[in-house]
């Protein structure tokens, strides 16, 4: 894992929090800490592995085209 650190400027806790809230779930800790706070079968790895895998196909997709129009 990468280090994330995030400097707080003139005592702006608040402002240092967002920020840091921003890069965690940039990161995708936040989503890695959700799926391994319970248990899942194989079967749902499996189910939600190609759902993500397709989700990103779509995205690509998209992206591919908008560059193409």
Do not use: W, Y
Not at 5 to 27: C, F, H, S
Not at 46 to 63: F, G, H, L, P
Request: charged share 45%.
């Amino acid at each position: 894992m990468k280090e994330i650190t995030v400097t707080v400027i003139d005592n702006d806790v608040e402002r240092a929090l967002r920020i840091l809230k921003k890069k965690i779930q940039n990161d995708g800790l936040f989503k890695r800490l959700k799926v391994k706070k319970h248990f899942e079968k194989p079967c749902q790895l499996r189910r939600r592995k190609m759902r993500e895998a397709m989700r990103r196909q779509r995205i690509a997709a998209s992206r591919s085209r908008r560059r193409n129009s």
